[in-house]
Each structure stands twice: as C-alpha cells, then as structure tokens.
C-alpha cells in the first residue's frame, strides 16, 4: 500500500448511504413532489415504422385535467424535435416525419395528475401509414431493405459506419500458418439492463429566474448539463441538476431521451414543474438496450494449443438512431481489447454498425464499452480451441495467459495493459473450484447418463475512460473532478462529479480522503449528483469512478496535505523538510511525538497564526483528474453447472469468481459488485433477451416476457481475490463495477456447453433457456429467433 | 369514494379515485415515499407492503380494497425509533446497493422471521422470490435476513413481542 498515506480507512466498513434507504427515506426521483407539480406522459408508436400522416391531440388538449400538449410539430417550432445523440446522430424527441420503432415518441401529454395524464394519451388521434419494417440486421444492408434513416441528408442505406482494428495482413498470415482454425457464428442477443428504478424526470424551469432545476435520473449530471444547454440554449449557468438517488443505473441512465426534453419543453408552457417517470413497458421497450452483436470470430492456433491469431467480423445492431454512450472516437466500443487476457502475436477485427427498426442504444448494461462482447467471444473460441484439440480447457488458457513479466503488455490492437499476474488469479479460482475434484466427478456423472458442465472464462477489462487526449465524448474530453473543502474542525466535505447509482460512493470516496489525511471516514462527508454543489466530470459508466474521479479525491487530499505540512511547520516551529507523514500526521523526523493532525492543523490554518508567504490560510483543494491510461481489471470464473437433458432447464450449482481490480478501498463493496455482475450474468446468459417478431413488435417489453434471475436462479458465489495494484493509478484501484457482467456470461455458456458435451453441442447462443437447450440436445443449437435480437 | 384506514398506525381519511392503487395512494397522497414502484406486472415486489398481516404488492392492490384495514409500509419498520433487526441487518451484511428494492425486500423479511425465526438460507430465498433486486444478487440479502435471524429479541424490538418463540405458520 501507498507508503505516503496515513493509512488504515480501508476495509470492509459499512455504507453510509445505507441509514437512509433502510429506513425509507431514500430520495430517487419519483419521490421528489414540488408545489404545482404537473405529470407527464408520452405518447408512444404501436408501430416499428410508418409515416406520420396526421397527429389529432385537440381532444386531448380539451381534457379538464390537461395542462398542455406537445406534438412533434410543437417541438419543431421551437426547434427541438430533433435532439444530439452521444454519437453524434440526431434522435427524434417527437416524431414528425416517421416512427422508426415499436414504442418511439409520438406526443406528451402534461396532466395534473399521473392517471389523468394517461387517460389523455387515449385521446390523441395518431393516423399512420405502415411501411416495410427492417428487423433482422442481417438484411439491412441488402439493396432493397426499408431505408430506416430517410432523415439524414446523404444516407443511401442502413449502414452507419464500417471500423476495423488490427493488422489484417498479420493475422491472415497467422491464419496460414497455423495447424487448427476454429470459427464460430455466435449472437450476443439484445438485452436490457433494467434497472429497478425506470427513467425519469422532474423539469422545473423557474419563468423568473430564468433557472432550469431538474432532479433526474442521471449517471452524468454534468455532462448531461451541458448537453441541455446546448439543446434547450437555457445557458449553462443557468441550469442545475440533480441526480439524486439512484435506483441502479448499469448504463441505462448515460444517455438523453426524449421525455426528459418532453418534460422541460412541459415546464417552459406551462410555468410549472412537471414530473415524467416512465412505467416498466417503456423503460424496456425504448430506453438504451445493450448487446446486440452478430459475431463471427476465427481462432488460429498451434496443434499444441498455442494461440497465433484472431478475427472476428461483427454486425452491430444499432437500432433506429445511432445513440451509444461511449467514447465519440470508438464506434464499437472497446470491443477490439478482443485478444483478451491471452498473448496472441495478430488480431483483426472488422466491425459493421446498422440501421434498424429497433429501440436505439447499444452500450450499457455494465459492458465496459462492448468489452463483455468481446470476452465472450475469445472465451467460447478458446473453449472451441480446447474441446478441438482435446485439450483441458484451464490448461489451454494456462498455456496461452500473459505471464507477469510480460506487463505492461501491448496487445495485437494496441492496447497497453498496465498490471497482471494472470496465471496467479486462474490457479487460486481453480484452488476453489477443487478443479480436478469437479472433473472427475463429472466423469462419474457422465458415465451414469447426467449432465454437469464446468466452463472456465478468463476476462481483462479496460476501464477508467480515459485518457483525455484519446476519449471524449462530444468533444468533452473524459477527465473527472474532485473538490475537497476542510473545514477548521478538521471535517470534510468532498465534491464529485461522478454518480453513485448503488455502488457506495458516500462510503468508498470518503475512506479514500480518510486515508490520504489521517482522518475517519466519518469525518468526510461526500457530495455528488448535485451540478451546483460539485465540480465538472463526466459522470460513472464504464466503472471509470474509482480510476478516475477516486484519483481526483486522492490527488485533492495531497494537495491539502502538501498545504498542511506547510501550516505544520509554521506551528511547530520546523522547516517542512523536516517533517515527515507517518501514521496520519505530520511528525518531526527523529522526534516523532512532535507531530500535528490534519484537524489541528486545519484549526490553525484559520487562525491568525502566522504563515510564511503565499501559503493560504486554509485548507481546501480541487483537482481534476486525467488519466494517462485505461486500468485493466481482471478476473478468473469458474461456473459448475447441472443441465437436465429431459427438460432442457440448467441449475448453476456453483460460480467461483476471483477478481483483481488492484487496491481494494472497501472490499465488503467490491464483492457486492461481483455478486451483482454474477447474477447480471446468469441472467444475460440463460434468460434475458429483448427479441423481435417480424413486425418489429418488441417481444420483450415487460418483465413478464423479459426474465430476470430471483434468489432462486442465483447460486451463493464464492469468491477469491488477487491485489495487482495498477502503477499509473495514485493509490493503485483499478475498478470493479462491471467486471463480472463482463467476465461471468462466458463461464455460464461455457458450462453449459461443456454439459452438453456428449450431444455433439458445440456451441449454443444466448440465452440458453430450457427450450434452446433442448434445441441444442436435439442439434438445431441455431435459435431463428435470435436473428431478430 | 371515501377511504378510511390505518397505515403503520396512524388513521388516515381521505376521498379517492376508485382506481387510485395502493401504491400511489402511499406515495402520492400521504409521502410516504419509501414504498417504491419499479413495473407494471406485479412481478418486480418494490411496492411490497404489509395489508393487516400478509405482504402484499401495493401496485395490485387498489387503495379502495384497504378501506378499514391496517397497512404497514417500510416506514413503520422501526418502533420508537428503534430499527428493526432486519434493518440492522440489511446494513451490517450488505444488503442493499441503490436500495430502491431493500424497502420491500425487508417487509418480506420481517414477516418471514416472524413466522419462522430460524430460517434457512433456502428458506429465505425462497421467500423473496417473487421479488426482484438488480444489485446485489441476492447473496447479501439472504444474509442480512439470516443476521436478522440471529438478531431477533435482542434489542427490544416490540413489534415481535407477540411472536416470539413462535414458529408455526401464521397467524390469523
Ligand atoms: S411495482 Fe413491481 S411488483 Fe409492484
Ligand atoms: S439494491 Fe438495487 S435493486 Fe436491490
């Protein structure tokens, strides 16, 4: 640990952020009621894509209860019917010329009560004209396929970029040079986050003020503030988010949608706030999905198993609108970090991004930037690889790891690996799992005709975006902020510009400054959500807290301590360079009793003692932090499942996860993260997908149709950890939010398929329900109906 | 319509919409925002609230259905300012990350232990399935309910005086 630091804030202490919600009192923004308070509803497209002929609200507008109505030709006038996307595509806020998918924006109804707002929406008379749907991206860019994006001045087709990475000559030579290739076609299905708490808003534009004020659910108030601005031309200065308590958020929550411009728009008519919260329907149906990846990968190798090369060949489902939130510069992603935690010499990837007639998005969903598709793929090829050359699969990755000596590690796309003792993490999960235990009783298992499968994955992330130089997005380059204000009687407040949606902040960041300056994290208080009250940053997603704005808290507190050795000094009496930091204070060397602690210290910084000059008198400092590289987490899962041939249905009896995200702040919280990733994973894995019929009616639009895991489906993880502290990093954290979302569909997959071994199955997409693992057992492991995911 | 009840035992009257739901009713009439709303099908259990003794979700009930009857919301989970264990619990095991399922999570908790104190992991699974948290995995939930197991009867908590030591199924 970071000699410098007082020292002992770590550890596995309890949330401060929990007496709130377990007393009911948390906050979200469903909660939030201001007097003369107006709600919202939106108006949605029944159809997947039709020109609007006429809307007819005047009905509506005539409600008693109605306060105003808002069709897309309102908007237009204003010129808002068209909004930014994060990728710099424009996205309909109301539909005026066609709906391009099954719940898209038609009109808002501003009501002064929830219901009364709904009943309005029956009232509207929207006259549309059915044209041909585009479903399946396979067809999308076939001539003749429905044009989605009639709208952008110079579209011809449905393509919305062709990107590569890699070196194709290399890896083609590779290719040839190898003893065994093998490929796979393999869909990663559309899923959807869905966080408990759906979208909302409530806009309170404040007519004499000229103050915009939004409680929103935001996991980038900043970002998101300046987006608005540039949107609505409310001036900066002049609006004020709110993001305050979040119910998950797992990406969902990054971009802008519709209803909350909806909302503002409602605010400004009618000089009154106005809440919108989505329901359930259209949170699923219209808000970022994720996933969506059409994969054809190849794997090269030596007939020893050593892996020479990689390619893979995607089509990316876009959806209607091109509205991922990543690095502007990325268009897939981190997707091509494809050579995963393995040295292989070549790689190429090529990438294809589509129109369709589906709910835009692409990015979320705790995938670090598309990184979870592409451990999926290197993990089920070197699953194939192993089973092809009748090679255990842990030793074929054992073989194929990077080795210690090996970091920092420029992999075959670039990539500069930070940290990693690979091998360590493999062997300590298959110390847990009883590895060889596990294989020969599935030996015995399989001799009396029942299915157990133990699949293994291997994922490194990069997370922590970004180097500033190299990501942004829209021109905001992606650096992160931290405000530390220390008040006379020793106690914090620190600002943040990320925010918490579950992951603890208000804990985490404070024993992060409580450690930097000798202090209990009781005594820092966290402050976050709030634009008015904390520094600029662009918010938490691609688990970019800790790497990011955490480095902005700890280069904040060493500012402050650098300050108070200063004020130390002045008090005892010393030169600065005679004092030394140890154990939480500033201490004399060779007379260590001489010391002063941060409170004294600040206390003495406001008062009139006398300081040399140019030191400030107190004790406060800002910084902002901008990476010089991504950190790379990583983690070894082993998942032991047991598959019932007759019915198709598969138990995860046990999930082994042994995570390295570095120094761990609070390890109670990094667990809670892996355990939720867990769960993320058997769910994406055996249950979750958002899929289409032919008419582009969205199949998964509730939770009825859309399964999550319950306690029943979620084995009691056990878990183990290695410490590779990453060196660029000020106190060595690398990032856990999304790591096991990442890492854990692999393993489940490849148990799976390791289950279904003695049918012949090689592989089966996502998500392996009990009717496509039957399909599997009887040889069709192709699911059609995941070709309109 | 007129509504008359009792929630976490104060009486509330109040004139209705016949259709209002429970759920709203809680948070949009009387504030008590900690009942939360997360899907349109009953099968998320964010709303989950006690009506008279059973935990019900609060979204498929109609406020009109609870007229005379006694509701008890998360809010009334503490007595005289005292948590209940299972609130306890839920902090010191780490039950809750966003915490916008951990209100009903701990509703269905508390009715659990108080009809079988001594509960087994599979049993509390078991009893929260019907309800849906998209943070924890559920491990640390089971946990906080088995520490609250552990807990009970410790710290004066008088709204399990009547159950104490009772572990047959449910009261009338
Ligand atoms: S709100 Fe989901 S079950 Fe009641
Ligand atoms: S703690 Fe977030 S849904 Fe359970």
Redesign the pocket.
Known sequence: MDATSGGGAYGPIPRKEDARFIRGQGTFVDDICLPGMLYGAVLRSPLAHARIVSVDAAAAAAHPKVMAVLTGEDLAERALAWMPTLSGDVQAVLATDKVRFQGQEVAFVVATDRYAARDALELIAVDYEPLPPLIDARTALDPGAPLVRDDLPGQNGNKVFDWAAGDREATDAAFSAADVVVSCDMVYPRSHPAPLETCGIVADMNPVSGKLTLWVTSQAPHAHRTLYAMVTGVPEHKIRIVSPDLGGGFGAKVPLYPGYLCAIVGSMVTGRPVKWMED?SENLMSTAFARDYHMHGEIAATADGKILGLRARVLADHGAFNATAQPTRFPAGFFHIFTGSYDVPAAFCEVTGVFTNKAPGGVAYSCSFRVTEAVYLVERLTDMLARQLAIDPAELRMRNLLKPEQFPYTCATGWQYDSGDYPRALRLALDIAGYAELRREQAQRRARGEYMGIGLSFFTEGVGAGPRSQMDILGLAMADGADLRVHPTGKAVLGISVQTQGQGHETTFAQIVAHELGLSPDDVEVVHGDTDRTPFGLGTYGSRSTPVSGAAAVVAARKVRERARLVAAAMLEVAADDLEWLDGKWRVRGDPDQARGIAEIAMAAHSTLDLPDGVEAHLDASAVYTPPNLTYPFGAYICVTDVDPGTGEVKVRRFIAVDDCGVRINPMIVEGQVHRGIADGIGIALMQAIVFDESGNCLGGS?MDYLLPTSMECPSPELGATVTPSPHHPIGAKGIGESATVGSPAAVVNSVVDALAPFGVVHADMPLTPAAVWRAIQGRPIRPDLALS | MKLTLTVNGTEYARTIEPRLLL?HFLRDELGLTGS?????????????VWLDETPV????VLAAMTDGRRVTTVEGLARNGVLDPVQEGFSACHGLQCGFCTPGMMMTARWLLDRNPNPTAAEVREAISGQICRCTGYENIVRSVLWAAGNDGNDGNEGNDGNDGSDDDGRD
């Open positions: 359930r939770f | 759920i939360h709303w997360g899907c349109d099908t009953s099968n998320c259990g964010a709303c989950v979700k609060s979204c498929t």
